[in-house]
C-alpha cells in the first residue's frame, strides 16, 4: 500500500527551507552593502598619528633666534610626520594627569585644535580635529577648502597656497565657568603660547608659518565646520630652498 506524504512535516520544512535561504542571500547582501558604505568611512575618518619625537639636533635659543613669519612656501605636501609634530607642539600631552606644552588657567584646556588639509600625504583633504589625548585626527568636512579659507581670510595669499592650516579655536564656556568676565583673557593667553610653540616646531622641521588674526569669525568656523570660538590661523607649509 503506497504510503501518502506527509504534509504536516513538509509543509514546515520547506518554509524554513525558504527563509533559511532569503536570509542567507538577503543578509549577505545587505551586510555587503553596509560593509561597503560603512567601513571605508571609519578606517578614514580617524588617523593616528606617528608619535612626536621630544629631541633635535637645534637648541631653543637657536630656534628662537631663528624665528619668522614666513607667508610664501614651496609645492611640496606635508606628510603625517610633521603635522603629528606641529599638532603636538600645540596641545599635545606631557604629562599622565593630562598637561599639554601650552600652558591654560585652571588646567581647563578650552584650546580646540583644527588642521585644514589640502595637500597632506596621508589625509583626504578636509578640515580634522585634533585629539591630543589619544594623537589621532577625525574627519570633520571633507573637500579643499583653501578657497572658502582663504576668502574667510580677506583673501590673503598664505591661506590659499598652504598645504596645510592650522585653526586654533576654544570652547569659552569652559573657562567662564571658573573665571566669568575673564576667561577670554586667559584663552587668548593660552592661544598666545600655542601659536608661538608652533612658530618654534617648524623651525625645527624646516617649515614656514604666520600667524593670521584677520579674518571673519563665523565664516572660518563654518568652512572648518567648528561650533568653537575661532581665535587665530596658520598656514603651514615648506620653505623654500
Known sequence: MKKEPDFNY???????????????????????????????????????????????????EETLRARRSVREYSDRPLDLTQVSQLLWAAQGITADWGARTAPSAGGLFPVRIYLVASDVEGLTQGSWEYDPISNTLTIVKEGDMRRDLMAAALGQGPVGNAPATIVISAIPEITEAKYGDRSMRYIDQEVGAVLQNIYLQCETLGLGTVAIGAFYDDQVAEVVGTSATVRLIMPVGVVED
Do not use: H, R
Not at 11 to 32: D, K
Not at 40 to 51: I, M
Open 10 to 60: 513538509i509543509f514546515p520544512f520547506t518554509i524554513f527551507i525558504l527563509f533559511f535561504l532569503t536570509a542567507i542571500f538577503t543578509g549577505g547582501y545587505v551586510m555587503a552593502d553596509d560593509e561597503t558604505l560603512e567601513t571605508p568611512a571609519y578606517e578614514s575618518s580617524v588617523v593616528n598619528l606617528p608619535d612626536p619625537v621630544y629631541e633635535s639636533d637645534i637648541s631653543l
